[in-house]
């Protein structure tokens, strides 16, 4: 019997290299007991054999490395056993992390989805509130996850909040930021946090502008917001009356035109002011060189919403999106497919123009991963509000915004996909792309899948 102690409760490190070892040398998984440090779970194993043999190296499929990252940041105490378990399945059958239907596998991939869904929550209700330290602004957060995600999570805050000062508090360890290094702490009790500050009241006011009763179904906002994260969140202060006001409400909105018109100032006056605040943002190198923020526009209303990649040259000039050339070639694909450009909403992931300058000319640039996740804040505020039926990702920059992860195209364009913080969406290309095509006969065969792309998002909005 072999004793494995692990560093931390989410080593992964730790141990995928201990269970790639074992696994070469051919260890079978009922003689490996995993623990936690200072943790044993087996009193015997704890006096066992605790070296690790070696043997020769072997390659495992990407997708179990996926789904042993997630895994292993699950609270159930077996999962470093069945991942091993798995590991030596996979080292004579390679195939076997394709057998979704095997009870072993379905065991692991319930535990990683369950571990992206409190990666999700962390970052939907963690919610900072600003303190005075020395004379200096420190904005503080409390959360209490379910599995071992903090560590995993601090990439996601590091570029969402990289130019303030922060901490994340939690019942297992904490989180610092000064602006230059993350440095990790003790565990803190909730009374280690602040309860509030001026800031949450003008975030209660926005919650309550952009609180539509007519869209209101409790029971699906109770799962994507368990109650237990309400008593950290400043604008769940408002629920119960915004729940117990919702019939009345929208009995009004349906009874006559002006509360119509109301409601709609109140989110017309939230997207005002969204705007206003990212004219100025600052979040990324990007708004130096740039002449203007260009944000979104369109209904605030629309059913269908475009994400492109980011505004071009004369975009950048004209303070609006895709009004240049590929700007050109999607206004006349949506009119191929029936669909009025004044009635959708149209964006970008990116909202400053990179650019590479040569002579006079300014030469359009990809963003990095890192733009691309300092802006996806803004998008999601677009998404908040607009409340679009179905978003269509243009491009493989727009995807990488809606979902926060490489996506390729070719694989999952053409069907319905679900975003991460729910709601429907598709990809395509970006019209700049049939731009770049230099035969003719291919271009003419690409643009007319993209209009038969346009052409089905338009009927799932129809």
């Known amino acids: 019997m072999r004793a494995i102690t692990l560093a931390e409760p989410d080593d992964f490190d730790g141990w995928r290299d201990a269970a790639r070892s074992l696994a070469a040398a051919g260890v079978p998984p009922e003689d490996v007991v995993w623990q936690g440090a200072g943790n044993p779970t087996d009193l015997f194993a704890a006096t066992a054999d605790t070296m690790v043999p070696t043997g020769p190296a072997f390659a495992v499929p990407r997708a179990f490395i996926d789904l042993a990252k997630k895994a292993v940041l699950h609270r159930d105490p077996e999962r470093f056993a069945l991942l091993y378990t798995l590991l030596a399945r996979i080292r004579v059958q390679p195939g076997a992390i394709e057998d979704h239907a095997d009870p072993l596998l379905r065991r692991l991939e319930h535990l990683a989805h369950e ?26 957060a409390w959360f209490e996850p379910e599995h071992h995600i903090v560590r995993a999570n601090a990439g996601f805050f590091l570029d969402r909040f990289s130019s303030m000062r922060w901490s994340i508090l939690t019942p297992e360890l904490s989180l610092h930021w000064d602006g230059e290094t993350l440095a990790e702490g003790p565990c803190a009790a909730k009374s280690d946090a602040p309860d509030g500050d001026p800031i949450e009241e003008v975030w ?29 969140m400043p604008e769940t202060a408002l629920v119960a009356g915004l729940i117990a006001g919702a019939q009345a409400r929208e009995s009004g909105m349906m009874a006559t ?7 709609g100032d109140n989110i017309d006056a939230a997207w005002a002011a969204l705007r206003g605040e990212a004219a100025g943002c600052t ?80 030469i359009h640039a990809k963003p990095d991963a890192g733009e691309i996740d300092a802006c996806r804040w803004w998008v999601e505020q677009e998404q908040l509000l607009v409340r679009p039926k179905v978003t269509v990702a243009l491009g493989a920059t727009a995807a990488r915004s809606l979902f926060g992860r490489v996506v390729t195209i070719g694989k999952e364009r ?48 129809a």
């Open 115 to 140: 571990v992206r869904k409190d990666i999700h929550k962390m970052r939907a209700f963690l919610r900072f509130r600003e303190v005075d330290e020395d004379g200096v602004a420190r904005f503080v």
């Open 204 to 232: 209660k006011t926005y919650y309550a502008s952009i609180f539509n009763p007519a869209r209101l179904k409790i029971g699906m906002m109770l799962k994507e917001m368990p109650r237990k994260y309400w008593k950290n």
């Open 283 to 362: 979040r990324c190198s990007l708004y130096g060189p740039a002449t203007q923020t260009v944000f979104g526009e369109g209904p605030v209303d629309a059913s269908l919403m475009f994400v492109g990649e980011q505004p071009g040259d004369q975009e950048d000039l004209a303070g609006k999106p895709f009004v240049g050339p590929a700007g050109q070639v999607f206004d006349r694909a949506l009119a191929a497919a029936g669909i009025e450009r004044a009635g959708v909403y149209v964006t970008n992931a990116v909202k400053h123009f990179k650019f590479e300058p040569r002579g006079k000319r300014r």
């Open 414 to 461: 053409g069907r319905a996909l679900t975003l991460p913080g729910g709601g429907e969406a598709w990809i395509t290309v970006h019209p700049s792309y049939l731009l770049r095509i230099p035969d003719r006969a291919q271009a003419d065969a690409e643009y007319a899948r993209f209009v038969e792309d346009l052409q089905r998002v338009g009927e799932r909005v």
């Open 257 to 263: 035109a002006q509360t119509k018109r109301d409601i």
